[in-house]
């Protein structure tokens, strides 16, 4: 079973550059999310999507925009990247919105922005 | 605001020595509770939950913790550490919401648990 499927898993970008982190998920969850992870800060929830069609934003939302087309896919669209979205990111799922406290995680992504 | 503490950024135990790691939370009714565990390089993965019941929950790999509604915390522990248990540790909370849907989860900013040999 692949779970939470995250790429690329490493990425290195200009500033000004855009580009999109890949999430899919082979569980048929209805809630997926993102997060971001820098040291000393935990994680921080960017987007977050209930179902097919449906996103709201997280905490830390600007600069980067999400779509959820299909209940697989929830992809991350950085705009024009900064130095300041250097990060670990971080897909995740649940079954439900009963349950958006168990999540599934992929692996990360790694993003720098020179 | 919903929050979530962990006092120790950092902590350093002997192989089979007993742990705890510290969680508190600031919410105004009983919420959801949770840790979970990150190996370096890896996703989290969900070690334990409470939502209501007993007081004194059980998780994988030989983990506990215990909620404590007169002192806000949720405690993680575990009687006797191995060296794989060398990992950052996240409690988080989910706010529960009247229509029966858990809000997104707060993260704590984690501990980080060294074992020594």
């Known amino acids: 079973n692949a779970g939470v499927t995250q790429t690329p898993k490493f990425q290195v970008l200009k500033t000004g550059q855009s580009m999109t982190l890949q999430c899919a998920q082979d569980?048929?969850?209805?809630?997926m999310s993102w997060y971001r992870q820098d040291p000393g800060m935990g994680l921080r929830l960017i987007h977050y999507s209930v179902g097919a069609g449906i996103t709201d934003q997280g905490e830390v939302p600007n600069g980067y925009n999400v779509s959820r087309s299909t209940t697989e896919d929830f992809p991350l669209r950085l705009l024009s990247a900064a130095p300041s979205q250097t990060s670990v990111y971080f897909c995740?799922?649940?079954?439900?919105?009963?349950?958006?406290?168990?999540?599934?995680f992929g692996e990360g992504s790694r993003l720098t922005v020179l | 605001a919903q929050s979530v503490t962990q006092p120790d950024i950092h902590i350093t135990v002997s192989e089979g020595a007993s742990l705890e790691l510290r969680c508190n939370y600031s919410?105004?009714?009983?919420?959801?509770l949770f840790w979970y565990v990150q190996s370096p390089g890896q996703g989290l993965q969900l070690l334990l939950k409470y939502f209501s019941g007993d007081t004194l929950v059980q998780g994988i790999k030989g983990f506990e913790a215990e909620f404590k509604r007169s002192q806000s915390s949720f405690n993680l522990r575990k009687p006797s550490v191995h060296w794989s248990d060398a990992a950052e540790y996240f409690c988080a909370v989910a706010p529960w919401d009247y229509g029966g849907s858990q809000g997104n989860l707060i993260f704590g900013k984690g501990t980080k648990l060294s074992v020594k040999p």
């Open positions: 919410y105004g009714a009983t919420p959801y």
């Open positions: 995740a799922s649940s079954y439900s919105t009963a349950n958006t406290g168990e999540l599934f």
């Open positions: 569980m048929n969850h209805e809630y």
